[in-house]
């Protein structure tokens, strides 16, 4: 992300678009990690990828870990 300005105002604005509430952040150089509620996954994990291109018919939205509260 260092090396490419705009990543994460991308990430948080498609995030915020989508209605995505953020409970907690980190970043790093080359991550963005957030904590948000587990109804919210699925609709942030897409928005994130239709942000960024990722959302070709043969993607699939990826979950590396949730948590519910």
Same mark, same amino acid.
């Given at each position: 992300?260092?090396?490419?300005?705009?990543?994460?105002?991308?990430?948080?604005?498609?995030?915020?678009?989508?209605?995505v509430?953020?409970?907690?952040?980190?970043?790093?150089?080359? %991550?963005?990690?957030?904590?948000?509620r587990?109804?919210?996954?699925? %609709?942030?994990?897409q928005?994130?990828?239709?942000?960024?291109?990722?959302?070709?018919?043969?993607?699939?939205?990826?979950?590396?870990?949730?948590?519910? %509260?």
């Amino acid at each position: 992300m260092r090396s490419h300005p705009g990543v994460t105002a991308t990430f948080f604005g498609a995030l915020s678009t989508a209605g995505v509430n953020i409970e907690m952040i980190s970043t790093s150089e080359i %991550r963005i990690s957030i904590i948000c509620r587990q109804a919210d996954i699925e %609709r942030g994990v897409q928005a994130a990828h239709t942000a960024f291109g990722l959302d070709a018919d043969q993607s699939e939205a990826v979950v590396y870990g949730g948590s519910g %509260r």
